[in-house]
Antibody
Framework: QVQLVESGGGFVKPGGSLRLSCAAS????????MTWIRQAPGKGLEWLSY????????LYAPSLEGRFTISRDNAKNTVYLQMDNLRADDTAVYYC????????WGQGTLVTVSS | QSVLTQPPSVYAASGQKVTISCSGS????????VSWYQQFPGTTPKLLIY???QRPSGIPDRFSGSKSGTSATLGITGLQTGDEADYYC???????????FGSGTKVTVL
């Protein structure tokens, strides 16, 4: 069965960095675009980025202002989200999902940005 | 302020039908497919409807999707207490070059 497992979340101070990972299994990972979505506490869903199968096409939400970088390693069946210059409003649960449609989601990993 | 507009909440009695609207523009819902997601408190969102009206395997036919112009609708018939959740619509936005979600609608069974 399809599984997506995020990791790498935690507590970080403003201005800090974190790298999230999403390990995929149960499907041909290299055949699918992948995406990251987040949800701030008590708020709605916010799409962040997607990456194509070969990583040649990458898009980001305009609101990220270049602070996040998505990447993937098809040999490891893993997609990553490098998050730099983190701010308090980046505090959220971060989900990875299989793109087009968003048919499978991971359980999410919590990122807390606070001084 | 979400690009896609949904009512904050809808209510209906058990066994009744409820509909949730998702209003967008020619840049998103009017041009691209709409999906719907169900999320119970503290859990991961789940795909309910994709490509405006298609149901993934395992989704009961009590859930339906439709679209007319720039507005999409999720319908839930035979409402059950187990349907109490937040529901989000989503679509690609060609102007923003981003995927956008509605603000979410909380379904309450009276």
């Amino acid at each position: 069965q399809v599984q997506l497992v995020e990791s790498g979340g935690g507590f970080v101070k403003p201005g800090g960095s974190l790298r999230l990972s999403c390990a995929a299994s149960g499907f041909a990972f290299s055949d699918y675009y992948m995406t990251w979505i987040r949800q701030a506490p008590g708020k709605g869903l916010e799409w962040l980025s997607y990456i194509s199968t070969s990583a040649k096409t990458i898009l980001y939400a305009p609101s990220l202002e270049g602070r996040f970088t998505i990447s993937r390693d098809n040999a490891k069946n893993t997609v990553y989200l490098q998050m730099d210059n983190l701010r308090a409003d980046d505090t959220a649960v971060y989900y990875c999902a299989r793109w087009g449609p968003l048919d499978y989601w991971g359980q999410g990993t919590l990122v807390t940005v606070s001084s | 302020q979400s690009v896609l507009t949904q009512p904050p909440s809808v209510y209906a009695a058990s066994g009744q039908k409820v509909t949730i609207s998702c209003s967008g523009s020619s840049f998103n819902t009017g041009k691209y497919y709409v999906s719907w997601y169900q999320q119970f408190p503290g859990t991961t969102p789940k795909l309910l409807i994709y490509d405006d009206y298609q149901r993934p395997s395992g989704i009961p036919d009590r859930f339906s999707g439709s679209k007319s112009g720039t507005s999409a609708t999720l319908g839930i018939t035979g409402l059950q207490t187990g349907d109490e959740a937040d529901y989000y619509c989503g679509a690609w936005d060609g102007s923003l070059n981003a995927y956008v979600f509605g603000s979410g609608t909380k379904v309450t069974v009276l």
